[in-house]
């Protein structure tokens, strides 16, 4: 999966959230992505609980078609900081 279908799914499980994905090791290294998803949903939630609502809005693709994946949440108000 390319980066946009990623951040596609994401937002998709989301109903406000700012989502960008991208290869932090560079264009040619395509099987890792790292996710930056900032969204009000992660109130109140812990890391993990946050980490896991991603995973949750990418399903089976987490197993089938996403190497590797990190992972940074905030909400607004963390990410302004």
């Known amino acids: 999966m ?3 279908e990623v951040a596609e799914l ?5 109903e406000d959230a700012d ?14 992505l790292a996710a930056l998803v900032v969204s ?3 109130e109140g939630k812990t890391l993990v ?16 078609d996403i190497h590797a994946l990190e992972v ?3 909400t607004p108000e963390e990410y302004e900081e």
């Open 2 to 4: 390319n980066a946009d």
């Open 10 to 14: 994401i937002e998709s499980g989301f």
């Open 19 to 32: 989502v960008t994905v991208t290869h932090p090791r560079g264009s040619h290294d395509e099987d890792h």
């Open 40 to 42: 009000p949903t992660f």
């Open 49 to 64: 609980e946050q980490h896991q609502m991603v995973y949750d809005a990418l399903g089976d693709h987490m197993t089938t």
């Open 72 to 74: 940074k949440t905030y």
